[in-house]
């Protein structure tokens, strides 16, 4: 069995692969802050790459790490960095309260203070406010399927500042995040790992009504930015069905979506790490951020 501590120890380790993948190589990028993104409230931090020599305003990938909503760090997105940096993008990574600090919906509230405060100033950090991509693995994938499906549900904005930005993305990456954590849905979970992770982010009991508001597919429309969506076959803390189910109700509703099952893979590992697969999240940001591709 595997516990929740390791749970959060894999999938907030998934991104320090990327340094060492040869498919994402890089130099590292030639400009590096740090900086609080929220304006009120308890003080989070965002790392922002600039590439070298940038000029006007680039898309920007953002990045929000796993660890079952309670461990990780944001240093864990400095493995991707340069190699996004290469291609043209700004690249950030941020910390975002756990549910031992705050139970949600504070984890989604601190990720849309970031998009805000990035738009709010992306000329200082050379990005284009509408060129805004999001990647996450596990809690993180989450948390950006959130962000993507979220624009316009204003209580879950929170009060960190910002408020007369946009918290809207443009492009979602999602790596093996749970998308319906209501209680009807979870006995797709044979791990009580992963049922106790949801249980300290909601609080026990687990009201439905809140984890339905924490459940990506209760948002889902026509309207979604769109979304590629990786998925390991193996994966026993995450249920695969949990990807198929967000896929099926995108699709259904039109959207823009993409799912690749990564065939072998458990919750993350060096199969996501292949270059068909790095090649994919490639792929998929340059066509959507891409400004011959962005909507005027």
Known sequence: MISMQSWGRRAAAVCAVLALAPALRAETPAAVVSVPYTASGPQEMID?????????????????????????????????????????????????????????????????????????????????????????????????????????????????????????????????????????????????????????????????KLAADASPITFVSKSAPPFLIMHGDKDSLVPVAQSQELYDALKADGADVTLKIVAGAEHGGSQFMLPENTGLVDSFFARVLKPENVKK
């Open 48 to 208: 922002i790459y600039t590439p070298a020599n940038a000029a006007g305003a680039l898309p920007v990938v953002v990045y929000i790490h796993g660890g079952a909503w309670l461990g990780g760090s944001r240093s864990s997105g400095q493995g991707a960095s340069g190699h996004f940096n290469q291609q043209g993008y700004v690249f950030c990574s941020l910390d975002y309260r756990f549910s031992n600090e705050a139970k949600y919906p504070a984890q989604i509230e601190d990720c849309k203070c970031a998009i805000r405060f990035l738009r709010a100033n992306a000329a200082k950090y050379h990005i284009d406010p509408k060129r805004i991509g999001v990647w996450g693995d596990s809690a993180g994938g989450h948390l950006v399927s959130l962000l993507g499906l979220t624009p316009k549900v204003k209580h879950l904005e929170g009060d960190g500042g910002w408020r007369k930005q946009s918290s809207a993305v443009q492009a979602v990456v999602d790596w093996y995040g749970p998308s319906d954590i209501v209680p009807s849905s979870m006995k797709t979970y044979t791990n009580p790992a992963g049922i106790d992770a949801i249980t300290k982010l909601l609080g026990d009991p687990i009201d439905p």
